[in-house]
């Protein structure tokens, strides 16, 4: 089974902290990806990366950045948290080429006061 | 207007009802659709990939309408395990998904 793991299941930050969101998958997925889910707008790509030290942004990038450094590893940085991001961040990862199934993490639900 | 729009619902309906959602899109140029399901406080998993000519997996049936830019999903003999917020996904290159469509089913 494909495994995508998160670092933290509930996060709570001061505004202008620096914070780091880790995603692990450990079936050598090509593509990663970093989304933001809010009641009512649902899911919403931040960045995702084909491979490793590659990114590319989303639709919504501005205030993250990311790494990919290794191919199963994926982080996601608030350079200074500010609370229009508190929200729940799921990562995904997927296999390249014409498959698109994705696997979503478990989430992490970030608060930022 | 949105890549992606699905109705949000809610639909409440009872044990054994049909209901059926559907998610249109805007780019004609997609590729690949989805339907993913989305418990309480859990990730979306894949629920079945949607195929030209329609495809079943049990009680779940799904249609493309290319021409108007729509998929649909079907759910037959709904049972109370299927409460769960369903989400539709497109392509082409990245996946961009609905806002979602909540359906509750009881008894």
């Known amino acids: 089974d494909v495994k995508v793991t998160q670092s933290s299941r509930y996060l709570v930050k001061r505004t202008g902290e620096k914070v780091f969101l880790e995603c692990v998958q450990d079936?050598?997925?090509?593509?990663m990806f970093w989304y933001r889910q809010d009641p009512g707008l649902g899911l919403r790509l931040i960045y995702f990366s084909y491979d490793v030290k590659m990114k590319e942004k989303g639709d919504i990038p501005e205030g993250y950045s990311v790494s990919r450094e290794k191919k199963e590893r994926f982080s996601l940085i608030l350079e200074s948290a500010s609370t229009n991001q508190t929200s729940m961040y799921l990562c995904a990862s997927r296999t390249g080429g014409a498959s698109y199934e994705q696997y979503f993490g478990p989430g992490t639900r970030l608060t930022v006061t | 207007r949105k890549e992606v729009e699905q109705d949000p619902g809610p639909f409440n309906v009872p044990e054994g009802a049909t209901v059926a959602f559907n998610c249109t899109y805007s780019n004609s140029a997609s590729q690949s659709f989805f339907w993913y399901r989305q418990d309480c406080r859990k990730e979306p998993k894949l629920l079945m990939s949607?195929?030209?000519s329609g495809n079943e997996d049990g009680r779940f049936t799904a249609q493309l309408n290319r021409a108007s830019q729509y998929i649909s999903l079907l759910i037959r003999d709904s049972k109370l395990s299927d409460s769960a917020t369903y989400l539709c996904?497109?392509?082409?290159?990245?996946?961009?998904f609905g806002q979602g469509t909540i359906l509750t089913v009881h008894p």
């Open positions: 079936m050598d997925h090509e593509n």
């Open positions: 996904a497109v392509t082409p290159g990245k996946l961009t």
């Open positions: 949607v195929y030209s």
